[in-house]
């Protein structure tokens, strides 16, 4: 069995098209060295989001990054409504008489600013 040079294999690497290999390209030499070092191999995971049903129910209170998906703008647009005073954060207590400083959105306010807007 011939064992290959570390330079000669990443020159083959190299002439390859740049970026991720495909999933339908054999990968046997990338496993190989995977499975060699004893590190797991890592495939794509699914992520639950903060605004995706859970269950049928949809939560009410949304996140920066939630309800600025459920309008279709950036959070940093969420953050101007925000600061002048379109949209309302709901403040949530935490106990020692300060609220929670992660910006929480109502969904009906969403709404209602939605047909607030297709009025005028």
């Known amino acids: 069995m011939k064992k290959e040079l570390p330079l000669a294999v990443a020159s083959v690497r ?18 190989g060295t995977v499975a060699a070092s004893g590190q797991a191999a890592i495939g794509p995971t699914l992520r639950s989001t903060a605004y995706e049903a859970v269950g ?33 954060r709901v403040n949530v207590p935490s106990g020692s008489g300060r609220d929670l400083r992660k910006l929480l959105f109502d969904r ?13």
Request: proline residues 5%; glycine residues 4%.
């Open 56 to 88: 049928q129910i949809l939560p009410r209170l949304l996140d920066l990054r939630a309800a600025a998906s459920y309008l279709g703008v950036s959070p940093w647009t969420i953050r101007d409504l925000e600061a002048n005073g379109t949209l309302r």
């Open 14 to 31: 190299l002439r390859r098209a740049p970026g991720r290999t495909r999933k339908d390209r054999d990968t046997s030499s990338a496993v």
């Open 108 to 120: 009906q306010d969403l709404d209602h600013l939605v047909e607030a807007w297709k009025a005028l």
